[in-house]
């Protein structure tokens, strides 16, 4: 499928105190925006419009846009994070996905369903359960998902990945780059997977943009593999992204 806008959030001073499971240090504030400026370049380079949209200070987690809604070509669905810090970016960007979309669904709850744990690939979406999403949610989200006529399955990733996305994603219509956790535990039926080789599993949560896989920077052996089987691999610098758990996906909502 072929992505043609991006919509991203400019880094708020406040990711100092974003979400993360191990402190490895604060992000550098100036450094993570110059991250997220070559990751917006990159984007424009694999053929998006891409629209920056104000950081939000009260939300230290805001830049990841993925986390509070979820975006197709013909609607959007604001989600509910499993966050108690992050709920609160659904009604922030709500009105940014009005402007943009002609669909708007919403979750209501009680369940939660954090976008970084959606894999959405040509016939069906993968929900991950994790810390984040609960079976209630992922519940209502199939459902939401179904309105538009996409087939949602939950899915149980295995432990100790924040998201599903963390250890997984779609490089090509057919293909998931994934994690030898993840490969294991085979949560996609007619999928190829592609195994990260050990101790790159921090590079797994790639983003594919039309012909352009993006990877970050430090995982020589997984850049190999993909040129290898004949993608263009963009790299990026992501120091500072990854202090807050987070990785390419978690940057952008493309449809
Ligand atoms: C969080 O814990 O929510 C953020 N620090 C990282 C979110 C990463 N988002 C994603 O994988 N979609």
Redesign the pocket.
């Known amino acids: 499928c072929r992505f043609n806008r991006a919509l991203v959030r400019t880094p708020a001073a406040s990711a100092v105190d974003?979400?993360?499971?191990v402190d490895r240090g604060a992000p550098d504030v100036a450094e993570l925006r110059a991250e997220h400026a070559a990751y917006r370049e990159a984007l424009a380079t694999a053929g998006v419009a891409v629209e920056l949209l104000p950081a939000l200070e009260a939300f230290?987690?805001s830049v990841?846009v993925?986390?509070p809604a979820l975006v197709f070509a013909p609607g959007a669905i604001l989600l509910r994070?499993g966050?108690p810090?992050?709920i609160g970016e659904t009604a922030e960007i709500a009105p940014d996905l009005r402007l943009r979309f002609p669909v708007v669904l919403a979750m209501t709850g009680p369940g939660y369903a954090?976008?970084?744990?959606v894999l959405v690939t040509p016939d069906t979406v993968y929900v991950g359960l994790s810390a984040?999403t609960d079976r209630t949610g992922a519940a209502e989200l199939c459902d939401l998902l179904a309105e538009f006529g996409y087939r949602g399955i939950a899915v149980e990733p295995p432990a100790g990945v924040?998201?599903l996305?963390?250890a997984c994603s779609l490089v090509a219509d057919d293909c998931v780059l994934a994690t030898r956790a993840v490969a294991d535990a085979r949560l996609f039926d007619g999928l190829d997977v592609l195994v990260v080789p050990d101790g790159e599993e921090a590079v797994a949560?790639a983003l594919r943009v039309n012909e352009t896989v993006m990877i970050a920077d430090g995982f020589p052996r997984t850049r190999a593999l993909l040129e290898e089987r004949g993608y263009s691999v963009t790299v990026l610098k992501l120091d500072e992204v990854m202090k807050?758990?987070?990785?390419l996906?978690?940057?952008s909502l493309r449809w």
């Open positions: 974003g979400l993360r499971a230290p987690d990841f993925e986390d994070p966050a810090t992050r954090d976008g970084g744990d984040r924040l998201h996305k963390t949560n807050l758990d987070a990785g996906s978690c940057m």
